[in-house]
C-alpha cells in the first residue's frame, strides 16, 4: 500500500506562501481593473493652463542650444578626438562630424552631407512654392 502525499504538504514553505498571496491578490486586482475601466468625477482628466511658447523662450532655448554644443565641441578637442558638433539652423538639425586627426580629412558626417545638401535644396524649394518665386 503506497502512501497517499499531500501536495500542500510536499511544496515548500515559500512556494506555498507566493501561492497563497497569488490567490488572495487575484481579486483585488479584479477590482481595481473593474475600477479603472469606469471613469468617475474623481478622475476625469482636468484642464491645464500651458504657457504659450514665445520668441523670448525660443531664442532663449537656441542660445542654450548653442552653448551646449560649444561645451560639446570644447571638451572633444581638449580629449584631441576628431569629432565635432553642430546645429543647421536652415533645416533644424544636429550634424555630427567625425575628422582624421592625422589629416583633418572628413571620415564620416551624420547626416551625410548629401542629405544636408538634399534638404537644404528641399527648403528652398519650399520657399519659392510658397513664396512664389519662380
Known sequence: M???INPAAAMPAAVAGAAAVQRAAAPAAGAAAASAKAPTAATAPVPVDVPKKT???LEEGLKKLSDIVEQMNKEMQSQQRGLSFSHDDAI???VVTVTSAASGEVIRQIPTEVVVRVAHNMEKL????FDGKF
Open 55 to 57: 520668441s523670448v523662450d
Open 126 to 129: 519650399k520657399g519659392m512654392l
Open 2 to 4: 503506497t502512501p497517499s
Open 92 to 94: 533644424n538639425t544636429h
